[in-house]
């Protein structure tokens, strides 16, 4: 089984800080048969391009960085990917997460490969049923029909309703958990600073792979990732 975890990166207002995070913890286990890929759109430094290209595990989208060109960046990557990359999966997440590799991997072999998978924190906007942009799974079949219709998909500023409001409008494919039996329990929002508590972290240590937290909170407690990271690692 190949799974690629899709982050979404940015070095503007403090996501720099945010993706460095990502690297220096969760991004820096290796598990075989698993990549890591950053999407940026217009970066400083790097030249911008008419297509979309890849730098090491950096891929570029030619739009600029902004909420409004998420869904584009988010395409343009899964695009490179099917052009460039062998997979069953992607976990695209964003770089406010936290991401157990090993569990993860374990989570996929324990769903098995399988055709029109769209798992994830289960959410709803203007009526529209839809997997939480912080991480959702999505098999390879699912990107390929979302790359193939992306002219005709109409694009709202969130992207993860997009893609939310596509899968379940035209293709008939609600969200589902993204947990499997064993893997129930996947994610955590630590939207606040009272839901900080290593002991929530630690309780059930072999069923989280997924743990959230916006730039709000990661900008007044900077350390969380890594204290995130050093209480699994401990325990594992």
């Given at each position: 089984?190949?799974?690629?975890?899709?982050?979404?990166?940015?070095?503007?207002?403090?996501?720099?800080?945010?993706?460095?995070?990502?690297?220096?913890?969760?991004?820096?286990?290796?598990?075989?048969?698993?990549?890591?890929?950053?999407?940026?759109?217009?970066?400083?430094?790097?030249?911008?391009?008419?297509?979309?290209?890849?730098?090491?595990?950096?891929?570029?989208?030619?739009?600029?960085?902004?909420?409004?060109?998420?869904?584009?960046?988010?395409?343009?990557?899964?695009?490179?990917?099917?052009?460039?990359?062998?997979?069953?999966?992607?976990?695209?997440?964003?770089?406010?997460?936290?991401?157990?590799?090993?569990?993860?991997?374990?989570?996929?072999?324990?769903?098995?490969?399988?055709?029109?998978?769209?798992?994830?924190e289960q959410c709803e906007f203007s009526g529209i049923k839809y997997a939480s942009g912080a991480a959702f799974l999505?098999?390879?079949?699912?990107?390929?029909?979302?790359?193939?219709?992306?002219?005709?998909?109409?694009?709202?500023?969130?992207?993860?309703?997009?893609?939310?409001?596509?899968?379940?409008?035209?293709?008939?494919?609600?969200?589902?958990?993204?947990?499997?039996?064993?893997?129930?329990?996947?994610?955590?929002?630590l939207y606040d600073e009272n839901l900080y508590d290593p002991h929530k972290i630690t309780q059930?240590?072999?069923?989280?792979?997924?743990?959230?937290?916006?730039?709000?909170?990661?900008?007044?407690?900077?350390?969380?990732?890594?204290?995130?990271?050093?209480?699994?690692?401990?325990?594992?």
């Amino acid at each position: 089984m190949k799974i690629i975890v899709l982050c979404l990166a940015n070095d503007e207002n403090g996501y720099d800080q945010m993706v460095k995070a990502c690297r220096n913890t969760w991004g820096s286990i290796s598990a075989e048969g698993l990549k890591i890929y950053y999407i940026y759109g217009h970066r400083n430094g790097i030249e911008k391009q008419d297509q979309t290209f890849a730098i090491e595990d950096c891929i570029y989208s030619p739009t600029p960085e902004g909420r409004h060109n998420l869904f584009i960046k988010t395409i343009n990557a899964f695009e490179w990917l099917l052009n460039n990359e062998e997979f069953d999966y992607i976990l695209r997440c964003n770089c406010g997460s936290y991401v157990d590799l090993k569990i993860l991997q374990q989570a996929c072999i324990d769903r098995g490969i399988r055709d029109n998978i769209y798992a994830g924190e289960q959410c709803e906007f203007s009526g529209i049923k839809y997997a939480s942009g912080a991480a959702f799974l999505i098999s390879h079949n699912l990107v390929k029909d979302i790359v193939s219709d992306k002219h005709q998909i109409s694009y709202i500023e969130m992207d993860d309703v997009t893609i939310g409001r596509y899968l379940t409008q035209y293709k008939n494919i609600l969200p589902i958990p993204i947990g499997t039996e064993k893997y129930k329990a996947t994610h955590i929002n630590l939207y606040d600073e009272n839901l900080y508590d290593p002991h929530k972290i630690t309780q059930n240590l072999d069923h989280y792979f997924h743990y959230y937290f916006n730039q709000r909170i990661v900008g007044k407690n900077s350390n969380l990732p890594y204290v995130i990271h050093q209480i699994k690692q401990k325990i594992k």
